[in-house]
Nanobody
């Protein structure tokens, strides 16, 4: 059974930092792009960041550039993906989802076929 499990969310004050992790199991995703998406209350899910299969290229939505960093560890044929979030703002409050793509490079939500259940990030002002 394919599983993506996010962790690391929580409540933080504006300006603070959090590090999200996504552990994968059930199959290997070392040849797949991985990404983070988020959904705020009353809004559609949106792309946050993605990383290609080797970890050599990263992609970010404009609102998080310079503040968030995506990385991955493909050790032991398992992929763990991280999202380091610095200088957090109240508008970053959302449920954050980890996702695995069907291809080595991907940024479109429709390219991602495996999803976690999300971890809540709440940023207070």
């Amino acid at each position: 059974q394919v599983q993506l499990v996010e962790s690391g969310g929580g409540l933080v004050q504006a300006g603070g930092s959090l590090r999200l992790s996504c552990a994968t199991s059930g199959r290997t995703f070392t040849s797949s792009a991985m990404g983070w998406f988020r959904q705020a209350p009353g809004k559609e899910r949106e792309f946050v960041a993605a990383i290609n299969w080797r970890g050599s290229s990263t992609y970010y939505t404009d609102s998080v550039k310079g503040r968030f960093t995506i990385s991955r560890d493909n050790a032991n044929a398992k992929s763990t993906v991280y999202l380091q979030m610095n200088s957090l703002k109240p508008e970053d409050t959302a449920l954050y989802y980890c996702a695995a793509a069907r291809s080595p490079v991907a940024t479109m939500e429709t390219d991602f076929g495996s999803w976690g259940r999300g971890t809540q990030v709440t940023v207070s002002s």
